[in-house]
């Protein structure tokens, strides 16, 4: 993961050293489950000395370990206590499990509730269906707001001029042939969302994939995140999800709205 735009010099309370150590926390991931110093050094953009002083206070720590044949760096059990301590004091989360399971059951599709992180929306609670096979998204990921249902939910709820700057400031690119990646059809989807209740995404992440979504509110009345379903093609068409699924997708997102205190 490359590092993220450094503080300006001119502040003086950041703390590099701290910045330093969360870029290679974040170095591993799915595709780089372990790596070596010279690779950390790499995706971090630092020098190898300065990746060796990071690795070995995150190794003191207990974050980082070195696997015991490979001598390669991974990721241990306890940095899922960083992640955990957001999720656990989340008030939108401890709001919504038991309208998302009321949801998936009546659906039957895996209900999930994101929350905006910059361009993307990140999948903080998931309730699996149990009446199919389902795909495992697990809490953390990533998925882009332009291309995705509960992002277009999200957008709709912003004023205009910060829902296309959102966009303009994203990257765009067709993740499949039917993408939409120009702004002014994507806030022609937002004015839709705006009208219905709900936004979709007819496989524009993923070929097989639909997604309805709709916004989710705090008591104040501001926009902080989004519920969707998202039907494969395989069971649904684009015409029967939105009859039947967005009437029960829209009242579990108003259901967990009447119970998110603003922040």
Known sequence: MPPRDAAPSSDGLFNQSLAKGLQVLCAFNGAHRSLTLAEVAQRTGMSKASAQRSVHTLQTLGYIGKHPSTRRFLL?????????????AHPMINAAHTYLAQLARAS?????????????MVYLAQVLTTQHIPVLTPVGTQIPMYASSCGRAYLSQLPTAQARTLLEQAARPA?????????????????RCVETGYA???EELFIGDMGIAAPVFNTRGEAVGAVHVAPPTSRWSMADAERQ???LVIECARAISRLVPPT
Request: hydrophobic content about 35%; overall charge negative.
């Open 175 to 191: 993740r499949t042939r039917t993408t939409l990646t120009q702004v002014e059809p994507l806030m022609a989807q937002l004015q």
């Open 200 to 202: 979709t995404n007819c």
């Open 245 to 247: 699924l967005a009437p």
């Open 76 to 88: 241990l059990p306890r940095v899922v206590e960083l992640g955990f301590n957001y999720l656990d």
């Open 108 to 120: 039957g599709e895996t209900a999930t509730l994101t929350e905006p992180t910059d361009t993307h």
